[in-house]
């Protein structure tokens, strides 16, 4: 039994939509205990502070965003992969000297940043009190612990991925979510904002130990010296672009934070709930396809007509799952917010904004989805610079639009998800644009006609949900108080949390099988891809390869005595 468990957490995914399958499974539990934590925290917490404990991870997470997404995800992936593929034993040099690499400029930056915080965060949140960015400050200083794990915490998840094991990077978000909820639930009553900082530094260091065993049986080492070879150059090289895209996105965020806060001191949480409904679908759909994708990408850039089937059959999966998420979440918004923050000092206000930025931000799910994906199939083919250079693009033009929104039009914290969302439309149209065009695919048209049906069929169910939610709402037909039909014998009485959740299902429900069912007619070949997926999960109890299983195999490396 013990051989058996080591196995099933040392084993390899050999193919995109096996490895995507079990990275959803874990982004599932993950999300969901995101949701548990943002519950946990609104429990104890009204938004006005809540606020405050959002824009304290401002300064940390340009740390993390900037070194490990501005590194890792774009260029140390794709060179680890080649160096596995040959099997030379240098990708271990490589990765140990880029954890130092990483813990030196983290080490550097994080100490100018929090000496410098308090005039920071009077610049990045003016609309707060002076009290209110001392508490912010304070918090801030701490949370820059967690990140000092998260650096090599990352590169671990890098190692593994690349190795193709993805249950065990997907199950250390798990650890971080639950030591931020252990924290909150046990340590509030006695140290107030500081005790989910408390437990953000406890789940940081979870997500760092449950990789590290792993890591190390497959040849990683901590060494103490800094190689500066080829390989660690060639990484540098590419990272460069993308961390000048980051940097820019962090400039983005921070605007969020400025604009927010003039708007109200809640407004940042609003957004921040928000973003965190919203994120679900697209980490369930897009991150995971497109993390499990960008090596398989990798190892076939030079057979572009394999390259072609695995990124569009991906694309057209992605969003064949997402749509009808994001239009449910449109038409839901406001069962949504109340089943998942409806706490006793979560107010109507609170629910009302927040469903709105979930709604905003829902019209960009897809986008944001499908720029996951599209961006990693340029890193793929090493080009780091094209989607870098759309990305700032578009970043730019989110940023204006969101001051446009704000302080010229005078929208409320939603204007700041819809600005977000028309930037993600354009850098996702562009982006495909692009990739066609090197890829040399073909007509246009052509490749986007699966895209077509989804959202033709998505818009059909959008709107038999909405009459649907209308229908069996009872406080509809209150307000149409001249209406003589008995609705009391068939509406349910929202008020109550249980009646929420069943009209909640009955919509989604409703929703789904009519958006199967214009598919059907359709003849969409993405439903019978998951209709067979569906299949070979519950009745043959097995996971088959879209596309076929590779051929080649990663190389061994010192260690690595189980492969799948």
Same mark, same amino acid.
């Given at each position: 039994?013990?051989?058996?468990f ?89 990765? =140990? ?35 209110q ?21 990352y ?57 590290? $065993? ?37 400039v ?5 934070? *400025?604009?927010s ?7 940042f949480?609003? *957004? ?12 369930? %759909? ?15 850039? @030079? ?31 406001? $069962? ?35 720029n ?44 700041? =998800?819809?600005? *977000? ?30 895209? *077509? ?18 229908f ?8 149409? =108080? ?7 014998? %068939? ?5 109550y ?34 209709? @067979? ?11 088959? $390869? ?12 010192p260690?690595d005595?189980?492969?799948?």
């Amino acid at each position: 039994m013990v051989d058996r468990f080591k196995k099933i957490f040392s084993s390899q995914q050999t193919s995109v939509l096996s490895a995507a399958t079990l990275i959803m499974l874990m982004v599932i539990a993950s999300r969901v205990l995101g949701l548990v934590r943002q519950r946990a925290l609104a429990h104890f917490f009204t938004a006005d502070q809540l606020s405050l404990f959002f824009a304290a991870f401002r300064l940390p997470d340009l740390i993390f965003e900037v070194l490990v997404f501005g590194a890792f995800s774009s260029a140390f992936i794709p060179v680890f992969t080649g160096l596995l593929k040959k099997g030379k034993k240098e990708a271990w040099q490589v990765a =140990a000297s880029i954890v130092n690499l990483g813990i030196l400029a983290f080490l550097v930056v994080s100490a100018v940043l929090v000496f410098f915080s308090p005039h920071l965060y009077g610049v990045l949140a003016p609309g707060f009190t002076n009290g209110q960015q001392e508490t912010i400050v304070s918090l801030t200083r701490v949370l820059f612990i967690a990140q000092g794990f998260f650096i090599v915490s990352y590169v671990l998840t890098a190692v593994l991925e690349s190795s193709r094991r993805f249950l065990v990077p997907a199950i250390a978000p798990l650890f971080y979510n639950l030591g931020i909820i252990a924290g909150t639930y046990l340590l509030s009553p006695t140290f107030g904002l500081m005790a989910p900082v408390i437990g953000v530094i406890v789940g940081a260091s979870l997500h760092f130990l449950i990789q590290l $065993p792993l890591s190390m049986k497959l040849g990683f080492k901590f060494l103490p010296k800094i190689v500066i070879d080829a390989n660690v150059k060639k990484i540098g090289h590419l990272a460069l672009p993308r961390l000048i895209e980051v940097s820019v996105t962090q400039v983005s965020k921070t605007v969020e934070l *400025f604009l927010s806060s003039l708007i109200s001191t809640a407004s940042f949480t609003y *957004f921040t709930l928000g973003s965190a409904i919203y994120l679900l679908p697209v980490g369930l %759909f897009g991150t995971s396809l497109a993390k499990a994708a960008l090596p398989t990408l990798a190892r076939q850039r @030079d057979d572009r007509i394999q390259f072609k089937k695995t990124l569009y059959a991906a694309l057209y999966q992605m969003i064949f799952l997402i749509l009808p998420i994001s239009t449910a979440l449109i038409v839901l918004r406001i $069962p949504v917010v109340r089943l998942i923050f409806g706490t006793d000092i979560f107010s109507w206000e609170a629910t009302v904004q927040t469903g709105l930025v979930v709604s905003a931000f829902s019209f960009g799910v897809i986008f944001q989805a499908a720029n996951s994906l599209l961006s990693r199939s340029f890193y793929a083919l090493q080009d780091t610079k094209t989607p870098v250079m759309v990305s700032i693009t578009s970043i730019f033009f989110n940023i204006a639009l969101a001051f446009v929104f704000i302080k010229v039009l005078g929208l409320p914290t939603w204007g700041l =998800a819809a600005a *977000f969302s028309i930037g993600s439309f354009i850098q996702a149209v562009v982006l495909f644009i692009l990739i066609n065009k090197r890829l040399e695919s073909g007509s246009m048209l052509s490749l986007l006609t699966p895209v *077509f049906k989804s959202i033709f069929a998505s818009t059909i169910s959008g709107g038999i949900m909405f009459l649907t939610l209308k229908f069996f709402d009872r406080w509809f037909w209150i307000k149409r =108080a001249s209406t003589n039909l008995p609705f009391e014998k %068939f509406v349910l009485d929202t008020r109550y949390t249980w009646n929420l959740l069943a009209l909640t299902v009955i919509v989604i429900f409703v929703g789904i099988m009519v958006y199967f069912g214009v598919l059907l007619l359709l003849k969409s070949k993405e439903l019978w891809y998951f209709m @067979d997926l569906l299949k070979r999960i519950f009745v043959t109890k097995m996971v088959g $390869p879209v596309p076929q299983k590779e051929s080649e195999t990663v190389s061994p490396t010192p260690g690595d005595s189980n492969p799948s």
